[in-house]
Nanobody, 123 residues
Framework: VQLQAYGGGLVQAGGSLRLSCAAS????????MGWFRQAPGKEREFVAY????????YYADSVKGRCTISRDNAKNTVHLEMSNLKPEDTAIYYCAAGPHGRAWYSDLGYDYWGQGTLVTVSS
């Protein structure tokens, strides 16, 4: 699976962004999808997860209520809608795909990663 994340940019605090991830290659619907982020000087952290069907989602506490993950298996895409953005949301955001049964909350559970898209939130 090849993943390409896009949609990042510069936004003011309180603003919104929609990140997208386009997948190609092996069957997209066989994988659960996640978004992770890495801020400068920090380790990569989990942001959001969605099952292969889209029926179940989980979010990091830091973004819960401000982010929504969704997927369209017909279009091989996954999205992360972010609102009420804060300066601490500034990071490179990565989409990732993992096979069923892995630990979705850890980056070790994912086999495929996009190149990342930068989100910068100004105060």
């Amino acid at each position: 699976v090849q993943l390409q994340a896009y949609g990042g940019g510069l936004v003011q605090a309180g603003g919104s962004l929609r990140l997208s991830c386009a997948a190609s290659g092996r069957s997209f619907s066989n994988y659960f999808m996640g978004w992770f982020r890495q801020a400068p000087g920090k380790e990569r952290e989990f942001v959001a997860y969605i099952t292969w069907s889209g029926a179940t989602t989980y979010y990091a506490d830091s973004v819960k209520g401000r982010c929504t993950i969704s997927r369209d298996n017909a279009k091989n895409t996954v999205h992360l809608e972010m609102s009420n953005l804060k300066p601490e949301d500034t990071a490179i955001y990565y989409c990732a795909a993992g096979p069923h049964g892995r630990a979705w909350y850890s980056d070790l559970g994912y086999d495929y990663w996009g190149q990342g898209t930068l989100v910068t939130v100004s105060s």
